[in-house]
């Protein structure tokens, strides 16, 4: 038995005014979203939602809106994520949020040297050990935590660790999909859209949205193909989302993941804001125009469906 359900996971932007300050009334019709197109899990300041970025005042203030605006919907469970060089501010933060009413989380390493085996057993007990009540999804981001953990790793991390329920696993070769899925592990494994598909037809697999918000018919056409184990289907939709990831490799290189997330929300909410934080930079009005033109051309339908 699975310790997470199986799902869609998504995640929730973070939408800045022009000074800066958090502009809640487009968070809100941003959750409601994500919401209304059925997805259950939805999560709050991974890397696409600048949670490495907020104070601890700004942190709160969008965790309590995060919550009053999923807490009435049926079957959501709300997910916040927790970055930081300080194990005691991720304590405290997850002590504050789950004050609020959230009692799921997604943790990370720190990224500041990368753990050790050892270290990173010691990490995940000191703060999943002090909330036995609270379930924890692992960020397994290799890329910025230089620690990236493997199926064997979790082997080990689940009989010691009983409320560590799910992986957000990104950037997955063949080798790593078959190394987690074919491990009896409780956890649920979440994939982006890339790999997804494969992981679906080798077991129980969840999946991870990002060129997702682009269209959440063809999201959900693709989860469902996955657990049906449908190879053509699964097979055909993998092909229009790996088109979509090339014309995704003509943006501007080099920007914070959420520069992309945020563009991609902005094809169902127009006026959804594309700066980031400072000092980061989003993706400008001219290159959304010029990738949305290249979508439509190489999936028309995508956008008629939208």
């Given amino acids: 038995m699975k310790r997470y359900p199986r799902g869609i996971m998504a995640t929730a932007c973070i939408p800045w005014t022009e000074d800066y300050c958090f502009d809640e009334q487009m968070f809100r019709q941003e959750v409601d979203l994500l919401c209304d197109n059925g997805l259950k899990n939805i999560y709050l300041y991974g890397t696409a939602g ?38 005691d501010e991720i304590l405290r933060r997850i002590d504050c949020a789950a004050a609020a009413g959230i009692r799921d989380f997604q943790i990370s390493f720190p990224a500041w040297g990368a753990v050790g085996d050892s270290e990173a057993l010691t990490f995940l007990h000191y703060i999943c050990d002090r909330f036995p009540e609270l379930s924890f999804m692992h960020y397994n981001n290799g890329l910025r935590s230089r620690k990236k953990l493997g199926g064997k790793d979790y082997e080990r991390i689940c009989r010691e660790i009983p409320n560590l329920v799910a992986v957000k696993h990104t950037a997955a070769t063949v080798y790593e999909i078959l190394d987690l899925m074919e491990r009896d592990l409780p956890l649920q494994i979440f994939f982006l859209e890339e790999a997804y598909g494969y992981a679906s037809l080798t077991g129980e697999a969840s999946l991870l949205i990002s060129l997702g918000n682009i269209n959440y018919r063809r999201t959900q056409e693709y989860y469902q193909a996955g657990v049906e184990q449908d190879t053509g289907k ?73």
């Fill in 50 to 87: 600048e949670g490495y970025s907020v104070s601890n005042t700004q942190y709160l203030e969008i965790v309590k809106a995060f919550y009053e605006e999923t807490r009435c919907r049926q079957g959501v469970r709300p997910m916040v994520g927790v970055i930081s060089l300080s194990p």
């Fill in 234 to 306: 699964v097979i055909r939709l993998a092909g229009e989302f790996h088109r979509c990831l090339e014309l995704v490799g003509r943006l501007p290189a080099g920007k914070m993941d959420g520069a992309y997330d945020k563009l991609f929300v902005k094809f169902s909410l127009p006026d959804f804001p594309q700066r980031l934080y400072p000092p980061y930079e989003g993706i400008s009005d001219e290159e959304y125009e010029i990738f949305r033109a290249e979508v439509a051309a190489a999936l028309p339908h995508w956008l008629e469906e939208i």
